[in-house]
């Protein structure tokens, strides 16, 4: 069975940290590049941002370039999401999914995890 797995989350004051992790399962996680999306309250979801197979090119949206940082561990087929300087502005669900290859922005997987829900408090 194809997992996607997101934990991690948490209520946290405005500046302070939070590292999520996605764990997929059922699939071969090396063949894919992976990506963060959220969905804050009376949004639509927004690309947070995304790693190839290999690791190699990354990719962030404005909002949370210099304080966000991806990451995967192949060998543990995690990828991580570390928070730093966390604003309000950035309390929403997050959710990994796989993406396509030619485009690190767009979901390949159909299905979505349970997300895992960030609270940044003023």
């Known amino acids: 069975q194809v997992q996607l797995v997101e934990s991690g989350g948490g209520l946290v004051q405005a500046g302070g940290s939070l590292r999520l992790s996605c764990a997929g399962s059922?699939?071969?996680?090396?063949?894919?590049?992976f990506a963060w999306f959220r969905r804050a309250p009376e949004k639509e979801r927004e690309f947070v941002a995304s790693i190839s197979w290999d690791g190699g090119t990354t990719k962030y949206a404005d909002s949370v370039k210099g304080r966000f940082t991806i990451f995967r561990n192949n060998a543990e087929n995690t990828v991580y999401l570390a928070m730093n300087s966390l604003k309000p502005e950035d309390t929403a669900v997050y959710y990994c999914?796989?993406?396509?290859?030619?485009?690190?922005?767009?979901?390949?997987?159909?299905?979505w995890g349970q997300g895992t829900q960030v609270t940044v408090s003023s």
């Open positions: 999914n796989t993406v396509y290859a030619t485009n690190l922005e767009k979901p390949f997987f159909t299905f």
């Open positions: 059922g699939f071969a996680f090396t063949n894919y590049g």
